[in-house]
């Protein structure tokens, strides 16, 4: 089948497998922690006349000139010596390329243990991937070894991963773990009600865009985790 089609394919409702219904250990994941901050970002505004924009050790010319700053006139030149003045300043707080993304830090956050039920490891058969995406795939894998997302395991867990392609004509992985979802604790987390996240946008006339680098990957799993997801 072409990976186009597989992109576009969606599962019914009733193949979507639920996770488990079970008490969720208390004490399991500790909730987000604010560690003492060494200024108050608040007592310390940005000027309201910025110097020109120079380079740092992050932030290049090479770099800015990457950056939609918007069509020619929708933002005046003091706003964009302001904006470029503003990213300079917070630099280690934004990462320009997939070797620099990292993960939030334990002093905030600590790794994530995925609850699960009582079970016996599962050994799913893989999915043949097309060798005209082969090389593809086999790049994409590497490229996620090399930046520490995944690592080698021995694991007695497998389950299948495949690939869609993404409206810009590149491939997504895609990690089946339905075996997984079986076995894993129900969380109670529901999302907000559309309506009153929707008047939170009421009265604002202009938004920044940023793109998110591996939005999904950046809290740690557990080590005792890490095997549950081998492939």
């Known amino acids: 089948m072409d990976c186009k089609i597989l992109a576009a394919k969606y599962k019914s409702v009733l193949e979507k497998v639920r996770p488990g219904n079970e008490p969720m250990p208390q004490d399991l994941n500790p909730p987000l922690e604010r560690p003492p901050l060494s200024r ?3 007592e310390t505004p940005l000027s309201p006349n910025p110097p020109l924009f120079q380079e740092t050790f992050e932030v290049t010319n090479e770099i800015l000139q990457a950056i939609n700053f918007g069509p020619p006139g ?6 964009i010596i302001l904006l470029k003045n503003f990213i300079a300043l917070r630099e280690k707080a934004i990462a320009f390329c997939e070797e620099k993304r990292g993960l939030i830090k334990h002093s905030y956050l600590k790794p994530l243990n995925i609850p699960a039920i009582p079970h016996e490891p599962w050994q799913k058969k893989l999915i043949p991937i097309a060798k005209s995406i082969l090389p593809q795939f086999t790049g994409l894998i590497r490229e996620r070894i090399r930046t520490g997302l ?9 389950s299948p991963i495949f690939c869609v392609a993404k409206s810009n004509g590149k491939l997504r992985i895609v990690h089946d773990l339905q075996e997984l979802n079986k076995v894993t604790i129900k969380d109670s987390g529901l999302p907000p009600h559309i309506e009153e996240f929707l008047d939170s946008f009421a009265g604002r006339a202009c938004y920044g865009l940023g793109y998110i680098m591996g939005g999904y990957d950046e809290r740690e799993l557990d080590v005792t985790t890490r095997p549950l997801t081998t492939f």
């Not at 929708?74 to 706003?79: C, D, Q, R, V």
């Not at 995944?150 to 497998?158: A, D, L």
Request: net charge negative; charged share 20%; hydrophobic share 10%.
């Open 150 to 158: 995944y690592e080698q395991s021995t694991s007695s867990y497998t």
């Open 40 to 42: 108050d970002p608040y």
């Open 74 to 79: 929708w933002l005046s030149n003091e706003e």
